[in-house]
């Protein structure tokens, strides 16, 4: 980041090419979940991951990130092979919010956010920067967190706590950010100003999201493009409108489902009506 | 000056005020009286031949031998704290007690009990015999679990110290007399009879290790959170967390070969320092080595006065403070 400040400026995140998946072999252990794989997720956007529990959509957002190393295939960032590229480099270009974070007790919401920071250490010694300093506050204020700034992290609700991670994963100050299940666990509201807090790092901030949600209609009204999973494999990827279909619902979830327009947001939405049938 | 490091220069001066009132109240006591100012001059070159060895090779090599273990098992059980993400962790549940104990009964086992050894001989087989007992433990856990679940590393802990007791066991078994007090005098910890050359290494141990594990405060730090945030934020969790591990058991086996098999103070100094100053190493490790030095030498004294003219070893002392610290948190962790 430029000392000229946090503004949309400063984050010039063009020239970039988007993340190409290649006959991707992946899964924990010896068990393989995705096989033979191909996927381009564009840059600069909010891509949403849908599935049901178990379609390894978790899975393909934990290998995307480096999280688990594939047995076969390649991910590409930038032309390079994200597996063969040095860890604390790739940490200034990405950033990820596993899905049950934790920190040690008395942890303060801006010691955590601080960690954020460290892939930006060079020399054993080196104080906190200005700059490192700069976008800690910067965090603090994007996640509403100021004045719960100096409170431990293990005395906070759980939406507050959720936005301090986030603060976290973007005082990392990169260009891309995987969130998995960001809103998991979260009452109605919080789910809200999580996804809100995410279309603005989006929006304002050009930074490209992935991240994987459970809830259909908050996927069709935050993300820009959907992939829907199952059993280890795309079905079904575009914008929502595209993607939000019965034939997906019937093939994705198996559930029937009527697709109807928000009329304020002229988006996608769903009302499920019964498990299984076909169409 | 934030919250923390107002609260972080409080705490360090307190417990740094502790340590020196502690370390010289350790001094002053002895067999021969001394009046505090005639000690202070004796301290400052004022002394006698006689007044003088008993002052700098007796006393003072005992005391700051005390501060030195006290601050490198603090260290040490601090990093353990930090690598398995539980505060009930020590030097002691990674087996380097349990291994550097079996590595010095060997060594005494097999070495005439005329002949003398060589002064770092005993910090090298503890050093070795810790590192295979951790390695193993660390191994052991890590094996089902590739990021290293803490349940997997305190079963496997248990379950290896036990081991190693039972070898220690039948060995003590096949001792002479005078080995076998020894090799006791070693296990229950005392720091006494030691010079000049001992504060040497370990000095050099404490503070060079000190300073790589300050200086890597921030991996420490990330390595609390899980492993996926870690790999996140840049941490190489297959060369940091062995990494670390070494430097924490070299650390935790030399104090333990120089003031024999202390326990407890590796366990007590972290937790107290991070329910003053919460995680952030950049304030627990500096904070936890203050309490752990002013906790040994206090306990040395104590053992020293508690049942003057006898003298109580430190182990036990320290032992009859842990344990119940020990069960302290144990329940709070329920509750």
């Not at chain 1, 990169?174 to 999580?194: G, R």
């Not at chain 2, 070159?45 to 006393?59: H, K, L, Q, S």
């Not at chain 2, 366990?267 to 991070?274: D, F, K, N, Q, W």
């Amino acid at each position: 980041m430029s000392q000229s400040g946090m503004n949309e400026s400063s984050m010039d995140y063009s020239k970039k090419t988007d993340i190409q998946i290649e006959g991707l072999r992946t899964g924990y252990d010896k068990t393989v979940i995705i096989d033979n794989l191909n996927l381009t997720i564009p840059r600069g956007k909010v891509t949403a991951l849908i599935g049901s529990n178990g379609c390894g959509k978790s899975t393909l957002l934990k290998t995307i990130c480096r999280i688990i190393t594939p047995m076969s295939g390649t991910v590409y960032l930038d032309g390079q092979d994200i597996h063969k590229e040095n860890t604390k480099v790739l940490a200034k270009k990405i950033a990820i919010l596993p899905q049950h974070p934790t920190a040690p007790e008395g942890l303060t919401i801006r010691e955590l956010i601080a960690y954020g920071r460290a892939p930006y250490k060079n020399g054993v010694f080196t104080r906190m920067k200005r700059e490192d300093r700069d976008i800690i506050n910067w965090a603090l204020k994007v996640t509403h967190l100021e004045d719960l700034a100096d409170r431990p992290i293990h005395r906070l609700s759980g939406g507050q706590r959720q936005r301090a991670w986030i603060a976290m994963a973007i005082a990392q100050d990169t260009e891309i950010l995987f969130l998995d299940e960001p809103t998991s666990f979260l009452d109605i509201a919080h789910q809200l100003e999580v996804l809100q807090l995410v279309a603005e790092l989006n929006k304002t901030y050009g930074k490209t999201i992935i991240m994987v949600l459970h809830e259909l209609n908050q996927a069709a009204r935050f993300a820009d493009h959907i992939i829907a999973m199952k059993d280890g494999s795309v079905r079904f990827e575009g914008s929502p409108e595209a993607v939000f279909t019965a034939e997906m619902l019937a093939d994705v979830f198996g559930i029937t489902a009527m697709i109807m327009k928000d009329p304020l947001t002229r988006l996608p939405f769903c009302i499920p009506q019964n498990v299984g049938g076909s169409l | 000056m934030t919250l923390r490091q107002k609260q972080f220069a409080v705490y360090s001066t307190v417990f740094l005020v502790l340590l020196l009132l502690f370390f010289f109240l350790h001094v002053s006591t002895g067999f021969t009286y001394y009046s505090h100012s005639h000690l202070l001059a004796i301290l400052l070159g004022g002394g006698t031949a006689e007044e003088n060895t008993v002052v700098f090779d007796f006393r003072l090599v005992r005391a700051v031998l005390a501060v030195l273990i006290g601050m490198g098992l603090a260290l040490s059980g601090a990093v353990f704290q930090q690598l398995t993400r539980n505060e009930l962790a020590g030097p002691g549940l990674l087996g380097v007690n349990a291994g550097a104990g079996l590595g010095v009964m060997i060594l005494i086992f097999l070495t005439p009990i005329d002949q003398g050894l060589p002064i770092w001989s005993l910090p090298i087989v503890a050093v070795m015999g810790a590192l295979v007992a951790a390695g193993s433990i660390y191994a052991l856990a890590m094996r089902k679990n590739e990021a290293g679940g803490t349940y997997a590393l305190v079963l496997s802990g248990i379950t290896l110290t036990a081991g190693i007791h039972a070898l220690q066991t039948l060995l003590i078994v096949l001792l002479s007399p005078e080995k076998f007090n020894q090799v006791n005098t070693w296990i229950i910890g005392n720091i006494a009879g030691n010079t000049w050359a001992h504060v040497l290494i370990l000095g050099a141990v404490v503070v060079v290790l000190a300073i790589i594990l300050y200086a890597n405060r921030t991996t420490l730090n990330i390595l609390t959170l899980r492993d996926e945030t870690a790999i996140g934020l840049g941490v190489s969790l297959k060369r940091s967390r062995p990494g670390f591990l070494i430097l924490a058991v070299i650390l935790a086996a030399t104090c333990v070969a120089i003031g024999g098999s202390i326990g407890f103070i590796g366990l007590v100094a972290p937790h107290i320092a991070r329910r003053l100053i919460g995680a952030d190493c950049t304030y627990v490790l500096p904070l936890t080595a203050l309490i752990g030095g002013w906790l040994l030498v206090t306990a040395d004294w104590v053992g020293r006065v508690i049942i003057a003219p006898d003298e109580m070893l430190v182990g036990i002392v320290v032992a009859l403070i842990g344990a119940p610290y020990f069960l302290f948190i144990l329940a709070r962790k329920r509750g």
